[in-house]
């Protein structure tokens, strides 16, 4: 056999040898995909068939077998569910609620940390295990006696009321304990011979640095302060002073002899989706940035 037949075998057997190792891969890639749509389909179809319900009118929302194609009649229904329900105003609420919130447990959060991890105080391990063990006692736990100090201090029905009992968080004093510590001692001891106090340290070292973990906590938290039902279920009881979550109940009959307007309810609560998803658009880049720093 000639050299040139030798090398063209050769290169004929390292290809089927390669061929046979990649369909295994190959299979596998395919596996995964499918598995990852199927995830996604479950996520997504729940909120692209509300969203459907929301096109449509009462006729079309009974129809068997259902429609799967948005319909005609979005702006009717986006319209009538926000003068029924007075979405505007319940919008402004749940959005003063969860901005206050999630700043709040942010600014409280650093500035409990920055307090653990900079400052030699007798105490400040058992401080941050006090702290800690908070995350043990969830809102419904302390419901009532939270309850009787708003009530004391006159803040019923108050946007402080809403949201001032909600501001501090275990969790995320302990994500910015965390990320302090990653932080060299040497860059403290620089800024302290650069003459700058406890204060400018936070402002002009810390903080620049903390922006990315900032970010990915506002968005998980403004999510929180969105979604709070008992809480403010609790707190108000005038119609102006409501949050979304709870005032899509205006669009659901009171009446046993009348039927639930489906198509009202979705498109009020596609209505409440939208700033979320707004903030988690908006904040995506630095949110992702976020997690994997305090993966880091």
Known sequence: MSAVGAGQLERVRVGAVAARRKKPFLWNAVIIHALLIACIAVVVFPLYYAFVISTQDVQEVVQRPPR???????????????????????????????????????????????????????????????????????????????????????????????????????????????????????????????????IRFLFQFLLPLSWANIAALFVVLFIFGWNQYLWPLLITNTEAMRTVVIGLEELIPRSGTELPTWNLIMAGAMMALLPPVAIIIFMQRWFVKGLIESEK
């Not at 029905?157 to 060299?184: C, D, E, H, K, V």
């Open 68 to 198: 799967l194609v948005p319909s005609s009649h979005l702006l009717e229904n986006y319209a009538q569910a926000w003068r029924k329900a007075h979405m505007g105003r319940m919008l402004l609420n749940s959005l003063v609620m969860a901005v206050a919130v999630a700043v709040g447990k942010i600014v409280i959060s650093m500035l409990s940390a920055f307090a653990i991890v900079y400052f030699d105080f007798r105490g400040r391990m058992l401080c941050f295990w006090m702290i800690f063990v908070t995350l043990m006692l969830p809102v419904p736990v302390r419901l009532m006696s939270t309850y009787e100090v708003i009530g004391t201090l006159g803040w019923i029905n108050t946007y402080q009321g809403l949201a001032i009992p909600l501001m501090a968080s275990a969790t995320a004093t302990f994500l910015f304990r965390q990320f302090y510590l990653t932080i060299p001692n040497e860059l403290a001891e620089a800024a302290q011979l650069d003459g700058a106090g406890p």
